[in-house]
T-cell receptor
Framework: DAGITQSPRYKITETGRQVTLMCHQTWSHSYMFWYRQDLGHGLRLIYYSAAADITDKGEVPDGYVVSRSKTENFPLTLESATRSQTSVYFC?????????????FGSGTRLTVV | DQQVKQNSPSLSVQEGRISILNCDYTNSMFDYFLWYKKYPAEGPTFLISISSIKDKNEDGRFTVFLNKSAKHLSLHIVPSQPGDSAVYFCAASGGTGTASKLTFGTGTRLQVTL
């Protein structure tokens, strides 16, 4: 199916564990983004990527690592999870012609760090 | 430093009436603005946008107004329907021509009552 998919939908992990959230899009969009949603903060940009092998930090990158070896995939890794990283994570993509086209978001991953 | 602000966390409106959601921004470089709608357990979906060269954009029941001098935009929904009950995020972009990063507000939860 065409679209942007995130996995898993729900994840519980322990403090200090490494966890990877997956994002896959089928449109070959150039740009991909990771946001986290927290009450009182709205959506905050963690990392983004303009193309394969090109990534850059967003507003709240600390504690996260990304990679983009293929255009369609943009995984987000928490190297050593902390309770403050409990959040809902959204992946998004954009064809690269400007924000005019808007972003398409995935359904989100709800991560709980205990 | 919240560059995009939605000062009303929630709003309740009767079905058939007008819903007005407000958004303020501080960054003068923002030149493109978008509204996203989010239902529980789903990703945000693009609703409507406006360029800084315009002061109004209309799409069916949804109209966005931009007042650049006041750095203020608003989303009007007329008439409001129960299906409009969701969280609405205002977002701003710093420039067109590139897939600019979007800066989001904290969101306003709209409840449309019967």
């Amino acid at each position: 199916d065409a679209g942007i998919t995130q996995s898993p939908r729900y994840k519980i992990t322990e403090t200090g564990r490494q966890v990877t959230l997956m994002c896959h899009q089928t449109w070959s969009h150039s740009y991909m983004f990771w946001y986290r949603q927290d009450l009182g903060h709205g959506l905050r940009l963690i990392y983004y990527s303009a193309a394969a092998d090109i990534t850059d930090k967003g507003e709240v990158p600390d504690g996260y690592v990304v990679s983009r070896s293929k255009t369609e995939n943009f995984p987000l890794t928490l190297e050593s999870a902390t309770r403050s990283q409990t959040s809902v994570y959204f992946c998004a993509s954009n064809p690269g012609q400007g924000a005019n086209y808007g972003y398409t978001f995935g359904s989100g991953t709800r991560l709980t760090v205990v | 430093d919240q560059q995009v602000k939605q000062n009303s966390p929630s709003l309740s409106v009767q079905e058939g009436r007008i819903s007005i959601l407000n958004c303020d921004y501080t960054n003068s470089m923002f030149d493109y603005f978008l509204w996203y709608k989010k239902y529980p357990a789903e990703g945000p979906t693009f609703l409507i946008s406006i360029s800084s060269i315009k002061d109004k954009n209309e799409d069916g029941r949804f109209t966005v107004f931009l007042n650049k001098s006041a750095k203020h935009l608003s989303l009007h929904i007329v008439p409001s329907q129960p299906g409009d009950s969701a969280v609405y995020f205002c977002a701003a972009s710093g420039g067109t021509g590139t897939a600019s990063k979007l800066t989001f507000g904290t969101g306003t939860r709209l409840q449309v009552t019967l």
